[in-house]
């Protein structure tokens, strides 16, 4: 699955709870959709905040220097 359907799921995700968070304290059906796209929107600009400070998003990211495989404890770089 492609990470851009993977970020459209999440900014959806964020959204939902905003506009469901809104509905029980009360709101309006108006201003719940409201309430729900500014939540989508702030998270998916924090998002790119964080992209823009050089922050990387990777399913398949290396491990962290010094990482240790269990199963070659004698490699310090975690590769084969």
């Given at each position: 699955m492609p990470i851009n359907v993977l970020?459209?799921?999440?900014?959806?995700?964020?959204g939902v709870l905003g506009?469901?968070?809104?509905?029980?304290?009360g709101f309006g059906v108006v201003q719940a959709v409201i309430v729900g796209t500014i939540t989508?929107?702030?998270v998916g600009?924090?998002?790119?905040?964080?992209r823009m400070l050089g922050v990387r998003f990777d399913l398949h990211?290396?491990?962290p220097p010094g990482h240790r495989r269990p199963d070659r404890p004698d490699d310090?770089?975690?590769?084969r």
């Open positions: 970020d459209a799921i999440g900014l959806s995700v964020f506009a469901h968070k809104a509905l029980e304290l989508g929107v702030g600009t924090i998002r790119d905040v964080i990211a290396p491990r310090p770089t975690g590769h």
